[in-house]
């Protein structure tokens, strides 16, 4: 260790604030010794000491004079990166994050960093010289790892299970740490590794002409080697038209083996040579713009730049293809000829394939992507190059909003309506659409776009009240009209010959004609699975999750039962512990029921299907959608994921199978959301030749919703649902904070629930509600109660109201019966 001194010295006069990775309400303080003060720098990480003998990684915040007043501060033990790692622009964003959403810094900063900038903490196993080396009262296990630590002196905890040739090594190392052979002691470690490749190079003896011409004329070993003269005949030709050749490339380009190779090695004539390289490769750095905008276009471009005189941020409503991406595009344009870094957020990992790949072809190698799905070695090189400004255009997902910008200039919110903005799980639940707002005010002059066809009501009021700026896009491009949305009301279907139809004559009839003119179809349902539950037909037993309080979805690929909530399988059930009965019945359907249905239907067409079950990979998504780009399927089944922005050129039909499952919801945003769901897949169809059209099976055809669908009316919708809203004092016209208690015995969480409640009666009872059991009241074995708070659109009474319930939090886990008691608080819950 650096630093030997567990207090601080009489010299240390500077502190250091330091975040960890910790649910700490306070930021703790560090002494910074003499030795560190040069290298210890806001936005560096440090390593420090907490308790007795927990290491972590934090990042400082801030230095400052002021020692803590009821605690002598350790001292820092040492400065873990020559230069800051994260910027004070985004010190300033999780202290936001945290105070706007209940949460901790430490919460925010174990989100924002990449798992390898947050150093693993990796337990080391150090022999006791006072222990001596008498081990013969230890068992053959203890006794095989004291003798291993009296020669090493230290092991690893993965080195005592090779040792032992078990996983199961706790019980052996707590004998040896109680006898006292051995202790602790925990080692940080980054685990950041950069990618190595071998490179191949000509030994500089054949630096020249030369030289290399006796080499291949008169060397006689050379010669005798036909192989390796080949080898090397290819080596120099790749060289000349390629530059640097990897092994691995030059191998496979002649044909070569790995021995030919490594004899021209031997013979040192060539060389090879380890180098980092980036996991991700870059396209050489270009900007293209090559289409014109049409009237329309250019209209809402110049009305863009014009709101962003006068305001910060600016609303793009513009109807499903009418060119919104191409916008987008002329904005960023101007960005980084001024030298300025861009971030374009989308909402799902399924639509920054396509956005890629078209941006791409106007900025090459300025833009990169960021998301959940890359490796964390692959998160780390995208840091560190937005961080020293080499990648000017970042896509990605809303993870991507903690990337360390260092001069932004603009930021795209891209289906800006979309709920996957919002993290559900675990803390901070932030929106990555409202958290991009407040970033966006760090930096100078930075401006946000949001875009959607379809917008959520508090953005739409908020540019309706001239809060942000409206610019309406209400014509597609090229003037191809919306599609044609026609309702089948599958009540005329209730007859025994149609029990077990999903997909009702006139769709199936509009699949056949589609296909049969070469267009390509997609199916929207909103449930993915086989069926979403089985019931016992004798006595009506449903199958439930043992540890979440749902029904079993039917899985037919895995043939299992899955708990969508927790996650857990179970065999399929075929007989009735209820009743002992065998006759079970599928009721509801997914997609996976949806595909089987079509095959049937249909046993010619290929058929893809897109959700979660089939979408695991990290290229998963990418490879199904340019298969159904390149019109090698005829038809794509999916749920919410085919909804988002997708542009496919095939595609004429549109099918929501079941639109009666989304206008169920018991949610106050229902008809928001149904309209959304259903504009946005209806604009899948018909977007580059002749009009789409859309198919909505349902049993209520008069459905208000759904007429405005028919109509393509969003403000009319909005205009419905706004008075309502204000009625019973729902966002845009209050905040709401949801608080949910979970505890794994019931009476206990009822019990917390009510007395929290209480508690928050005298000062905030008319804006309470509950507290109450959520629809689903048990999950991964906790039972669950809620309470809601509805606030009025007033700041101080908002923050007050934020700090009363952290106190309240605090009292609650002081008392003894509540101290279990995990509360949640979510701020603007969707």
């Not at 501060?73 to 994050?97: C, G, I, N, T, Y």
């Not at 629809?775 to 101080?796: A, C, F, G, H, S």
Request: net charge neutral; with cysteine; hydrophobic share 40%.
């Amino acid at each position: 260790m650096k630093n030997e001194l567990p207090y601080q010295s009489a010299a240390a006069t500077d502190f250091a604030e330091v975040v960890i990775p910790l649910a700490l309400p306070l930021n703790y303080t560090w002494a910074v010794p003499e030795h560190l003060k040069e290298a210890a720098l806001v936005g560096c990480r440090v390593e420090v000491n907490l308790g007795k003998t927990k290491k972590y990684a934090g990042v400082i915040k801030r230095i400052h004079q002021t020692p803590p007043e009821f605690f002598e501060a350790k001292e820092l033990v040492s400065v873990l990166d020559a230069a800051p790692v994260v910027f004070e622009s985004q010190l300033q964003l999780w202290e936001w994050m945290a105070r706007y959403y209940m949460c901790t810094e430490g919460e925010v900063m174990a989100a924002a960093l990449p798992a390898h900038f947050k150093l693993s903490s990796e337990t080391i196993l150090v022999f006791n010289e006072e222990a001596g080396d008498d081990f013969t009262e230890l068992d053959h296990e203890a006794f095989l790892v004291a003798e291993a630590l009296l020669l090493r002196k230290e092991l690893k905890l993965t080195e005592v299970q090779l040792i032992l040739d078990s996983s199961h090594v706790y019980p052996v190392v707590n004998r040896l740490i109680q006898g006292k052979i051995c202790y602790v002691w925990e080692s940080l470690k980054d685990s950041y590794n950069p990618k190595k490749e071998t490179y191949v190079l000509l030994h500089p003896d054949y630096d020249n002409e030369a030289a290399l011409e006796q080499l291949l004329n008169t060397d006689a070993k050379l010669q005798r080697a036909e192989k390796q003269l080949e080898l090397l005949l290819g080596y120099l030709h790749f060289q000349k038209t390629e530059g640097a050749i990897t092994k691995q490339a030059l191998l496979k380009k002649t044909g070569a083996s790995d021995a030919q190779l490594k004899g021209l090695a031997d013979k040192g004539i060539l060389m090879l040579e380890k180098r980092s390289v980036d996991r991700i490769r870059s396209l050489p750095k270009d900007i293209q713009i090559n289409f014109e905008l049409s009237a329309a276009q250019s209209a809402a471009l110049e009305s863009i730049r014009t709101v962003f005189s006068e305001k910060d941020v600016c609303l793009l409503h513009g109807v499903t293809s009418s060119g919104k991406t191409e916008i987008y595009i002329h904005l960023i344009e101007a960005q980084i000829r001024q030298g300025r870094q861009v971030l374009y957020m989308l909402p799902e990992i399924a639509l920054t394939s396509q956005t890629i790949r078209r941006l791409q072809r106007h900025f090459g190698g300025h833009i990169g992507v960021y998301h959940s799905r890359f490796s964390q070695n692959e998160r780390v090189e995208i840091w560190n190059k937005v961080k020293d400004g080499s990648l000017k255009i970042v896509l990605g997902a809303r993870s991507s909003l903690f990337l360390p910008f260092y001069d932004l200039g603009l930021i795209v919110c891209d289906e800006e309506h979309d709920p996957s903005y919002k993290q559900m799980e675990p803390a901070p639940r932030y929106h990555a659409r409202d958290a991009a707002i407040y970033f966006s005010s760090l930096f100078k002059g930075c401006k946000v776009l949001l875009g959607s066809a379809t917008p959520s009501f508090e953005s739409y009021n908020n540019a309706v009240t001239e809060k942000y700026g409206l610019v309406q896009l209400t014509e597609r491009f090229g003037n191809i009209k919306l599609p044609e949305i026609e309702l089948v009301d599958t009540r005329r279907y209730r007859t025994k010959e149609f029990a077990d139809t999903i997909i009702f004559p006139p769709l199936a009839e509009s699949i056949r004609n589609t296909l049969g003119r070469n267009k390509q179809v997609i199916l929207f349902q909103n449930r993915r699975g086989y069926t979403p539950y089985q019931r016992c037909n004798t006595c009506g037993w449903v199958p439930q999750c043992k540890y979440c309080d749902v029904s079993l979805n039917y899985h037919k690929v895995y043939n299992k039962l899955v708990c969508h909530y927790c996650g857990t399988n179970y065999p399929l059930m075929v007989t009735c512990p209820s009743c002992g009965g065998h006759d079970f019945i599928q009721k509801q359907f997914g997609t996976e029921r949806v595909e089987e249905a079509l095959q049937e239907l249909l046993p010619h067409a290929h058929i893809g299907r897109m959700d979660v079950d089939t979408v695991r990979g990290k290229h998963a998504h990418d490879q199904l959608i340019q298969t159904f780009e390149q019109q090698k399927l005829n038809i794509l089944v999916g749920t919410q994921m085919v909804v988002k922005g997708l542009d496919f050129e095939h595609v004429e039909l549109v099918g929501i199978v079941d639109a009666d499952g989304i206008l169920s919801f018991a949610d106050f945003r229902v008809n928001e959301r149904a309209f959304q769901l259903m504009e946005q897949v209806s604009g899948r169809a018909g977007r580059k030749h002749g009009v789409g059209k859309v198919m909505v099976q349902t049993t209520q055809p008069e459905h208000p919703v759904l007429l405005q669908v028919q109509r393509h009316n969003y403000r009319a919708l909005f205009d419905d649902e706004l008075p309502k809203r204000e009625q019973f004092g729902y966002p845009p016209y209050t905040r709401l904070i949801r608080l949910t208690f979970k505890n794994k015995i019931k009476e206990v969480v009822q019990d917390a629930a009510a007395w929290f409640a209480s508690g928050l009666q005298d000062p905030y009872g008319r804006f309470i509600m509950g507290p109450s059991e959520p629809l689903i009241n048990k999950v991964r074995n906790q039972y669950l109660m809620e309470l809601l708070l509805k606030l009025p659109r007033n700041t101080r009474l908002i923050t007050q109201c934020k700090q009363d319930i952290l106190f309240k939090i605090a009292q609650l886990h002081q008392e003894k019966r509540y101290k279990s008691v995990v509360v949640i608080p979510d701020v603007d819950m969707l």
